[in-house]
């Protein structure tokens, strides 16, 4: 969050619907600045469509295959913890929104908790002249109107810092994996880095990650494409926070179902550099291992859901999706077709 909360609502008056205004707003979508736009369609009646339209922007991509594998997408809390997660992992400080005059009254309240959830600046394109409804929807809300051309553009074109408590430096603020070619073959996971041993003395507790300094960060690409790759470029479309960041745990340090369900919010440092992977429940020799740029926002949007809600830093991380064997995390391996749990 920002510091005394969030900015005030910006609402854009496009009350002749000129394409002009429009056109602005998707000039504006940079998420590389922190800026991101969606243009909501209203013809979805999903409950939680418009989580899906940000999950959509953010290029994350919602699960196929099934009803059990969609099932978190389909409910709206659960669709926005994540949508929320990944706007503060990707440090979009500002979304702008089209056609609001077309929303719901949920639809709309549903942005205005984002917002007071994630600190982001909100700009709100109405597209007809301002009605009671707008005054309605807004009436406890610190919020401005702007109905001049020159002006909207100015607004639009605003950006935020990131909120502090996400903040990652040295690297970039999407560090995405470049683009490569997939030809869409399962991939099975290649050999896993070598972590640093972290001892831990008899009768203490396992400490968390901090502190730790493993030896070298890996080099998230060789030469030319490969098929890591394309893994990599694949985990960054998985839609929920907590599948996206124990299938990297997994991808590069080899962590089975087991290990990866003994994973807190503490094995993973402050700035997503390093995640500590556990032995066992025994924890005598824990590793350390480094974390490719690419796989920070992955790792760090793993935390923060867990902050959302409320999880204890040293409770599992992962625990409804390694029950069972892990079913629901093979489910969405399978969506990227990546072999969970094979070996190369």
Not at 121 to 135: F, G, I, K, Q
Not at 145 to 157: F, G, K, S, T, Y
Not at 262 to 270: G, V, W
Not at 310 to 317: E, G, M, Q, R
Request: aromatic share 4%; charged share 15%; with cysteine.
């Amino acid at each position: 969050m920002t510091a005394g909360g969030p900015p005030p609502v910006t609402v854009i008056n496009d009350k002749d619907d000129h394409p002009d205004w429009t056109a602005a707003a998707h000039t504006a979508h940079d998420p590389d600045l922190g800026r991101l736009t969606i243009d909501p369609s209203p013809a979805n009646g999903a409950p939680a469509a418009l989580a899906h339209d940000l999950l959509y922007a953010l290029g994350k991509r919602l699960p196929q295959g099934g009803e059990t594998h969609g099932t978190w997408a389909d409910s709206q809390r659960p669709a926005w913890d994540a949508a929320c997660a990944w706007t503060l992992a990707h440090h979009i400080g500002h979304l702008i929104v089209c056609r609001t005059d077309r929303l719901t009254h949920a639809r709309f309240r549903q942005l205005l908790t984002l917002r007071e959830r994630s600190g982001i600046r909100l700009t709100l394109l109405w597209h007809r002249p301002v009605s009671p409804a707008l005054t309605t929807l807004l009436d406890e809300t610190p919020h401005h109107i702007i109905d001049a051309l020159p002006h909207a553009r100015v607004a639009l074109e605003q950006t935020e810092h990131p909120p502090a408590d996400t903040s990652n430096p040295g690297q970039h603020p999407n560090s995405e994996p470049a683009p490569c070619q997939d030809n869409g073959q399962w991939i099975t996971p290649h050999a896993p880095l070598n972590g640093v041993v972290v001892d831990r003395p008899a009768r203490t507790p396992c400490p968390g990650a901090a502190g730790g300094t493993p030896s070298a960060s890996p080099s998230p690409h060789g030469d030319g494409f490969t098929a890591r790759d394309v893994l990599t470029v694949r985990l960054t479309t998985v839609a929920h926070p907590l599948h996206a960041a124990a299938l990297t745990i997994h991808a590069i340090t080899g962590a089975d179902i087991n290990r990866l369900a003994l994973t807190r919010s503490i094995d993973i440092t402050e700035t997503a550099t390093a995640v500590k992977v556990h032995d066992s429940t025994a924890h005598r020799r824990c590793r350390l291992y480094p974390l490719p740029s690419w796989a920070s926002p992955l790792i760090r949007a793993a935390r923060i859901h867990g902050q959302l809600k409320d999880h204890a830093p040293d409770s599992p991380l992962f625990p409804l999706i390694t029950a069972q064997g892990g079913e629901q995390l093979h489910l969405t391996a399978a969506g990227i077709r990546y072999a969970l749990g094979s070996t190369q």
